[in-house]
């Protein structure tokens, strides 16, 4: 089973700090994706990435395949960045294809 | 698009009551599956599907049921609810798992949140 492990597990900034949320997995895997839970519960995909690094608005998502290793940097934070970030990762080889497997998940809170 | 859409959105339920949560997709995905999220606890996979009467167990699915007639349609059924199911449930659907088993972005329901009593 591939093991997600996200820090920290909560975090409180203030607006316009520069944010990182890490991630590290324990097996190799083809892809990595974050999600952000809401405060109201809704989950969306944020990025999906293999190697390198991907850019979304204030959002950056890097990730280093030997190291097993991922972050996401949020750059001029802001109150409504507040929300789970939340990492996840396929199952090794062999397990159910196509299932993620999720951290626990970063609680985020932008104070204005 | 309406996306995935989940009914109810919320339910009470007592021991031993049955019950089918709703969900819905019109985006044409071939992937779908339930999860559920409890306090501390990353979402962990109930049941999937691959596509139109295909399914499969995820972590967790003692005490559900899961059938898929069409693409559209995942209902998720509780046989007889106990207390340990109460919980957040999501639906997500995706494209077809790509090559290597990679998979494709996921788009999520707004959950359904069910007590047992």
């Known amino acids: 089973k591939n093991e997600v492990e996200q820090s920290p597990q909560n975090l409180t900034a203030q607006e316009g700090e520069f944010i990182t949320i890490n991630c590290s997995y324990s097996v190799g895997i083809s892809a990595l994706h974050w999600l952000q839970q809401h405060p109201g519960g809704g989950i969306v995909s944020l990025f999906m990435?293999?190697?390198g690094k991907k850019k979304h608005g204030r959002l950056i998502a890097t990730i280093n395949i030997q190291e097993k290793h991922s972050s996401l940097h949020i750059t001029a934070s802001h109150p409504r960045d507040s929300a789970v970030y939340i990492c996840a990762v396929p199952p090794p080889y062999g397990g159910s294809q196509g299932n993620l497997i999720f951290g626990k998940g970063t609680k985020l809170s932008v104070k204005p | 698009n309406a996306g995935v859409t989940q009914t109810p959105k919320f339910q009470v339920l007592k021991t031993g009551q049955s019950m089918t949560l709703q969900c819905a997709q019109d985006?044409?995905?071939?992937?779908m599956s339930w999860y559920r999220q409890d306090p501390g606890m990353g979402l962990r996979l109930i049941h999937y599907s691959v596509g139109a009467g295909i399914t499969d167990q995820g972590e967790v699915p003692n005490g559900y049921n899961v059938s898929r007639s069409t693409t559209e349609d995942f209902p998720l059924r509780l046989l007889s609810a106990a207390p340990s199911q109460t919980s957040v449930y999501f639906c997500?659907?995706?494209?077809?798992?790509?090559?290597?088993?990679?998979?494709?972005?996921?788009?999520f329901g707004p959950g359904t949140r069910l007590t047992v009593l």
């Open positions: 985006m044409n995905h071939e992937y």
């Open positions: 990435l293999s190697s």
């Open positions: 997500a659907s995706s494209r077809t798992v790509g090559a290597g088993g990679m998979m494709n972005t996921q788009y």
